[in-house]
């Protein structure tokens, strides 16, 4: 329960503003989806999921990173606060993040 409610209490911290957009990530057992939002305006910037016959594995985690960035970037998004959210830091969420600093994004 503890864990838990560590969890929640860091999620509620990150927050995107005009500035720094969050670059919010989420992984179901099919596939991943990342998008860029401005908390203070309530609007996404940019959005993308995986392909529906991509396999959910870290390749795809990479091309949907490299997609992001590409398409934050093209809003005008350099700099974004990473959310994500109750994953942990390895394996698809990592080959993510890693892929989008490639193409651009700082964070």
């Known amino acids: 329960m503890a864990r838990l409610k560590r969890t929640l209490n860091r999620a509620k911290k990150v927050l995107g503003t005009a500035e720094r957009p969050r670059l919010a990530v989420h992984k179901s057992i099919r596939h991943i989806t990342a998008q860029v939002v401005d908390d203070t305006r309530a609007v996404t910037l940019a959005y993308t999921v995986s392909a529906k016959e991509d ?12 997609a992001i960035a590409q398409k934050a970037v093209a809003a005008g998004v350099k700099k974004v606060n990473f959310d994500r959210r109750r994953y942990l830091y390895h394996g698809k969420i990592k080959a993510l993040a890693d ?3 490639v193409a651009g994004l700082e964070f």
């Open 99 to 101: 892929a989008a600093r």
């Open 55 to 66: 396999k959910n594995n870290i390749e795809t985690a990479q091309k949907v990173g490299t």
